[in-house]
């Protein structure tokens, strides 16, 4: 004749499907972050260069000394006019108000500065014109002399 089993078999019992269980749980944990939430990984990134791309250009329109901007972009023309400063952040003739904006690359002629901003999907910057160079007509006039540009 089959006995009960003891109060420690059950115990014991209880234990390994408890075991099993949190184990099962883990595994589902572990499938569910491989098929969601590393496929999504890449949006996270794209996410954030919005964010700070926003964050840049806000700092450009409304939190940049425009008139201190145009004079240091036309000290540039001066000094490196027909030159490309591919790495400003790291370039000495470039100065301090034109780095904190974090241009990627600048663009030196004899009569304008291209500074770009931000490239890829979200490509924007700033264009300075030499003092005394006929206005142009385009938009995202900043003050005279100095243009803002969306691409």
Do not use: W
Request: glycine fraction near 8%.
């Amino acid at each position: 004749m089959l006995e009960p089993p003891s109060a420690s078999e059950k115990s014991t019992s209880r234990d390994l499907l408890g075991t099993s269980l949190k184990t099962a749980g883990c595994a589902l944990f572990a499938i569910v972050t491989v098929l969601v939430v590393l496929p999504c990984m890449p949006f996270a990134g794209i996410a954030l260069d919005v964010y700070n791309s926003n964050r840049e250009r806000e700092r450009l329109l409304h939190a940049t000394d425009h008139r201190a901007l145009l004079a240091a972009s036309r000290k540039l023309i001066r000094d490196c006019a027909g030159q490309s400063i591919t790495d400003p952040a790291h370039d000495p003739r470039v100065p301090q108000i034109i780095r904190n904006l974090g241009p990627s690359s600048l663009y030196i002629s004899d009569v304008e500065v291209i500074a770009e901003l931000h490239g890829g999907f979200d490509h924007y910057g700033f264009i300075a014109f030499k003092e005394g160079t006929p206005p142009e007509e385009r938009s995202g006039k900043l003050i005279d002399g100095l243009y803002y540009y969306s691409e």
